[in-house]
């Protein structure tokens, strides 16, 4: 449950300014709401990253140790839409395990700007990785 100082303190309604900076927390059904305070934004997020709440899906697969791939989706919390209107504030990434060596799979990086974007975002990524790995004679994206 979000601290409710923390709230009171990011989130106005009406006389709500321009979010200049593009900070957002996720309220408790875990939808983006903006925040007006630095300061109550980094100890939401603080307490996002320890409590596990900034990575909202995640995939390992389980085979050879030394192939592993790996898919990540989390909340960034800083909107990434620098030249728009509407907030990006989820992204999906793959990476490549080579030994003990992770590697991002920059062709699979997606970016979103709601959850429900995000999740189905991250099955895509998921199935295009199991395509790619069931056709072993193909090479995954490259970097």
Same mark, same amino acid.
């Given at each position: 449950m979000i601290n409710s100082f923390i709230l009171n303190h990011?989130?106005?309604?009406?006389?709500?300014?321009?979010?200049?900076?593009? %900070?957002? /927390?996720?309220? !408790?059904? +875990? &939808?983006?709401?903006?925040?007006?305070?630095t300061l109550a934004w980094a100890g939401w997020m603080e307490g996002a990253r320890e409590a596990?709440? %900034?990575? /909202?899906?995640? !995939?390992? +697969? &389980?085979g050879d140790a030394a192939r592993q791939i790996e898919v990540s989706t989390i909340f960034m919390g800083v909107d990434h839409n620098f030249a728009g209107s509407t907030p990006i504030l989820f992204e999906t990434m793959a990476f490549r395990y080579n030994g003990n060596d992770r590697e991002p799979i920059y062709d699979l990086t997606r970016r979103y700007s709601t959850r429900a974007e995000a999740m189905e975002g991250h099955q895509r990524v998921c199935q295009i990785l199991m395509q790619a790995t069931r056709e072993s004679a193909k090479e995954l994206p490259n970097q």
């Amino acid at each position: 449950m979000i601290n409710s100082f923390i709230l009171n303190h990011c989130v106005t309604f009406d006389d709500a300014p321009h979010n200049w900076a593009g %900070l957002y /927390i996720l309220d !408790d059904a +875990d &939808e983006a709401v903006p925040c007006y305070n630095t300061l109550a934004w980094a100890g939401w997020m603080e307490g996002a990253r320890e409590a596990g709440r %900034l990575r /909202i899906a995640h !995939d390992l +697969d &389980e085979g050879d140790a030394a192939r592993q791939i790996e898919v990540s989706t989390i909340f960034m919390g800083v909107d990434h839409n620098f030249a728009g209107s509407t907030p990006i504030l989820f992204e999906t990434m793959a990476f490549r395990y080579n030994g003990n060596d992770r590697e991002p799979i920059y062709d699979l990086t997606r970016r979103y700007s709601t959850r429900a974007e995000a999740m189905e975002g991250h099955q895509r990524v998921c199935q295009i990785l199991m395509q790619a790995t069931r056709e072993s004679a193909k090479e995954l994206p490259n970097q």
